[in-house]
């Protein structure tokens, strides 16, 4: 499916996420850095919320090793936004999050792309396997075929 027409129903769960007036460029609108930002935002939202992800002291973190977008559409401060969440690939320790960016209740993606993070132990910073109940929340996310 060409970029440029991803529907809003192919994602599983949607995070809400206001645009702020520093994301704006001087070109006027906002900057390719922050939908990077927003990826991270959404899945990090989710992943506390809905897997009991613990940021602070939790054996298991999440580390980013590789990102991708591609945009279709430009956005501007005091746009509303949502980022739809869906998981393309789940590992024994890492996860392909598939992402896009909607404006808030548009049918189409603004922006899409992925993101990959391997679950390491917060001390030796060697992957483990992703945490059960982070699994859990992931798997909730795979599309209906997957077998999750």
Request: proline share 6%; charged share 20%.
């Amino acid at each position: 499916m060409p970029a440029a027409s991803i529907p809003r129903g192919d994602y599983r769960r949607f995070i809400s996420v206001p645009t702020r007036w520093m994301d704006n460029d001087i070109y006027g609108h906002v900057n390719n850095v922050v939908y990077y930002a927003l990826f991270d935002t959404a899945i990090n939202t989710y992943l506390i919320a809905e897997g009991g992800l613990d940021i602070t002291a939790g054996a298991a973190i999440g580390v980013a090793v590789e990102t991708q977008c591609q945009f279709m559409q430009s956005v501007a401060f005091p746009d509303l936004l949502e980022v739809g969440l869906r998981v393309g690939r789940l590992g024994t320790s890492s996860v392909r999050y598939e992402l896009a960016i909607f404006k808030q209740d548009g049918p189409y993606a603004v922006a899409a792309g992925y993101f990959v993070h391997v679950f390491v132990d917060r001390e030796q910073r060697r992957a483990v396997p992703i945490p059960a109940r982070v699994r859990s929340a992931l798997e909730q996310l795979q599309p209906p075929d997957a077998g999750g």
